[in-house]
């Protein structure tokens, strides 16, 4: 520590020469292992399922490796008495993490509101709003415990639960990511991967309809590299989506079989 | 009850059927109201060292739109998980004497969202790949000091394309950001905070080759613009916002609006979004350079 603070430069200088990423040594191998042994196209697997909270118009619960999340539908109910009269719905879209949901207490509560917008924007173009004037939807998302793509989970999760409650839709909203490791491209990171990504790419997009509601991307990425993250993430979506129909095919199936 | 027509509800002039139409129809002719084709941008004037009190200033104007960007630096503490890098932060303001609906916390909402696409445009990734501003050229000494560089930017008039405005003012900004020569006294002990000496005469250019410039692309009808007035935006059904650099990477991108939009429509208004970049890329460095040259007459 002190030999190398005698080496860096002292002043402010534009272009640092002792510049020197420290990179752990798996991604600099070619054939490096994802830390839980999955391959770099292979999403981890997910367990979906519908009706986890009773109070609720609709809820689900989705389990993408580590990452667990509930989500709850309210509504759609009477807006706030101070909302001036609006001819659509509105969607009302809140994330919050639990203070035990990361390795450090209370850690990713910092940037709540940044990811309810981004929830927002990937849910409002799926959903017809036109079907509920007045009213407002609230949709509810609870992050239990974080382990990577938790955007994308929650994502996922509330369609399902927007589903559940009834709520018109065009198509159901499957969400993935990508993250960028050297020259690797690696599907649906976990936390450990994504702190050490160069660059993500999320896609959230209506499978049947092939239409993407949102995307964002981070980091320095060229044209080809987007074209082969955003095919492997539509391809990955598609298969997403087919996972939450048959999800709620089941569930349908077998609350009407105890009727 | 009568719905409610007034003006600022959606933040946006009431247009009529007739006023729609026209400007759908003109951007599908490629002639915009304004005597514009679709993929030209309005003038553009940059006027830097604005602001007396901060490191670096910058104000941007794009037809009636004009925002204020500011760059102040101070010496701050390292973080634990990055002690070899300096911090940045990107806040943006609305001010309610753009438009009466800011007041308070209306502007909130947007002002996160700008804040939020900037940072994701500017800052790169989580290793720093892409990123304009170059983190571990802000440290001092280790792990003890770093600058900590806060950008504000400020809207004062609203006439669409906010996003690229800024990012054209936090750029021309940064250019004008003089950071202060640092000396550090000596080699204190390990566990102590070093002396340090911040010079008030000597500065240091920042570099700011790497800052990308960001082109939103606004979608109306089946065609799409750049630097779109709010006329045109209120009759938008999604935009695209992509950041790139010197080198054409893509550095950021990010979506507004509901609409869902084809997967091969993305990738076209990608690469339409990388050579517009170009173009405005030179306007602008010729512009802060005009900029630059007259406040050093002065």
Redesign the interface.
Known sequence: ??A???A?P???????TT?K?K?PPIFTDVDWVRPDGRDFHQCRPAFLRTGAVNSASGSAYAEFGNTKVIVSIFGPRESKKAM??S?TGRLNCNVTYTTFATPVRGQASSDN??IS?QLH?SL???IMLDTFPKTTVDVFALVLESGGCDLPVVISCASLALADAGIMM?DLVAAVSVS?LGKNLVIDPVSEE???????LMIT??PS???????????????PK??EA?ELC?DACSKLGKIMRSCLKESASTSTSQE | MLPNFEPQDHGMVGLSMGEKHFIQGGIAQDLRTDGRKRLTYRPISVETGVIAQANGSARVKMGKTEVIASVKAELGRPSSSAPDKGKVSIYIDCSPTAAPQYEGRGGEELSMELSAALRQCLLGGKTGAGAGINLSSLSIVEGKVCWDLYIDGLVINIDGNILDALGAAIKAALSNTGIPKVNVASTAPSDEQPEVDVSDEEFLQFDTTAVPVIVTLTKVGRHYIVDATSEEESEMSSAVSVSVNRQGLICGLTKRGGAGLDPSVVLDMISVGKHVSEELMNKLDSEIAAAEATMEEE
């Not at chain 1, 002292?10 to 272009?15: D, G, I, Q, V």
């Not at chain 1, 994504?194 to 993500?200: A, N, T």
Request: aromatic fraction near 10%.
């Open positions: 520590m002190a190398k603070g005698g860096a002292a002043t402010y200088s534009p272009s640092p510049f990423k990179r001036m009269y001819d509101k940044e917008s924007k409002e173009g799926a065009f960028c994504e702190s050490y990504q160069d660059g993500s997009c209506l309809r092939n239409e993407v509601t949102q995307l964002t991307i981070t980091g320095e990425w060229s044209s987007i074209h955003m539509l």
